[in-house]
């Protein structure tokens, strides 16, 4: 069993930072790739970013590309969010989540083949 919790969630203003956390415990994560997923009020659940087992790829949606940073800790066993240039549209519960097996531009957004998902943490971005 492996437990995700996120932490780093807040308020902030348009084209303000924030860096979410997301800790596991229980089971260690090597080996797997992890993955930021958001979900804004009255929307579906959207892909992110995502990080492979290895740390050598990271994946993410045209809408956070190059504002957005996913990186790991293996010592830590904790998964990062670097989140800068924050716009209201980034509004919404963030979760990470983690699954095992190599993944690609496409699997990473699969959010049916990850394993095990955190609570998440609530980001918003004023205007």
């Known amino acids: 069993q492996v437990l995700l919790a996120e932490s780093g969630g807040g308020l902030v203003q348009a084209g303000g930072s924030l860096r979410l956390s997301c800790a596991a415990s229980?089971?260690?994560?090597?080996?797997?790739?992890m993955g930021w997923f958001r979900q804004a009020p009255g929307q579906e659940r959207e892909f992110v970013a995502a990080?492979?087992?290895?740390?050598?790829?990271?994946y993410y949606s045209d809408s956070v590309k190059g504002r957005f940073t996913i990186s790991g800790d293996n010592k830590k066993n904790t998964v990062y969010l670097q989140m800068n240039n924050l716009k209201p549209e980034d509004t919404a519960i963030y979760c990470c989540?983690?699954?095992?097996?190599?993944?690609?531009?496409?699997?990473?957004?699969?959010?049916?083949?990850?394993?095990?998902w955190g609570q998440g943490t609530q980001v918003t971005v004023s205007s």
């Open positions: 990080l492979s087992w290895n740390g050598a790829n990271q």
């Open positions: 229980g089971r260690i994560l090597s080996g797997y790739a």
């Open positions: 989540a983690s699954r095992n097996g190599v993944i690609s531009s496409v699997t990473c957004r699969a959010q049916g083949t990850y394993l095990y």
